[in-house]
């Protein structure tokens, strides 16, 4: 592959969309069909695919927020007003959320850690994904990841986890950068 100027400054410069820069359009849904595609083009020891996709889309991320308000309000019936706000629109602050679901597990074989990291690596594909077709991305886990009755919703298998929710829309503007690691302080050469 020819060098690419437009790939480098990419990933030079990739950054997740803050949610208050997340609008409307989302992907149609062959663009979407495609962005999975390469999401799952990713590092997979043994070919084991531990890993597969939840499409959220507005309509039933508001269905699913609904149903995260009423987990809240069972849990503390005196939930504040705004936190019930929040949890409503969970699901809908994107045009779609692309939950990324880890199947690893034991293996004969294949370390489940190593299953594991295949799924960090499709979440971050996925990014790349929608920033190639010129959308923006934001993956965020939250409590809804850790909580087994709104996995039980989703249709999680017992021994299944959430890697992630991937919200993807358009970026209104590009956001202030954050704060990078200092390089020289993670690298560094073993001599033998
Ligand atoms: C597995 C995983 C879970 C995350 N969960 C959250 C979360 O729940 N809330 C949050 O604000 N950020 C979360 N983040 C971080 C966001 O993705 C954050 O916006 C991101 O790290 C910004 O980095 P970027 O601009 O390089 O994409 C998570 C990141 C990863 C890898």
């Not at 890993?51 to 503390?76: H, P, Q, S, T």
Request: charged share 25%; proline share 7%; glycine share 8%.
């Amino acid at each position: 592959m020819p060098a690419s100027a437009d790939l480098i400054a990419h990933l030079k410069t990739r950054r997740s969309v803050p949610f208050p820069l997340m609008a409307e359009p989302g992907p149609d849904a062959a663009t979407l069909t495609d962005m999975l595609a390469i999401a799952a083009r990713v590092p997979d020891h043994g070919k084991l695919a531990p890993w597969r996709f939840i499409i959220i889309d507005r309509a039933a991320g508001a269905r699913l927020g609904a149903f995260l308000v009423e987990l809240a309000k069972a849990d503390d019936p005196a939930a504040d007003a705004k936190k019930l706000e929040a949890d409503a629109a969970r699901f809908s602050r994107a045009p779609v959320c692309v939950a990324v679901v880890s199947r690893a597990g034991p293996h004969v074989k294949i370390p489940e850690w190593e299953q594991l990291m295949s799924a960090g690596a499709v979440g971050l594909n996925l990014l790349h994904a929608a920033a190639a077709f010129g959308f923006g991305g934001n993956w965020v886990t939250e409590w809804p990841a850790y909580d087994r009755r709104v996995l039980d919703r989703l249709g999680l298998a017992a021994a299944e986890k959430i890697a992630g929710f991937v919200h993807i829309g358009t970026p209104t503007a590009k956001a202030e950068d954050r704060v990078r690691p200092d390089m020289a302080s993670i690298i560094s050469h073993f001599e033998g």
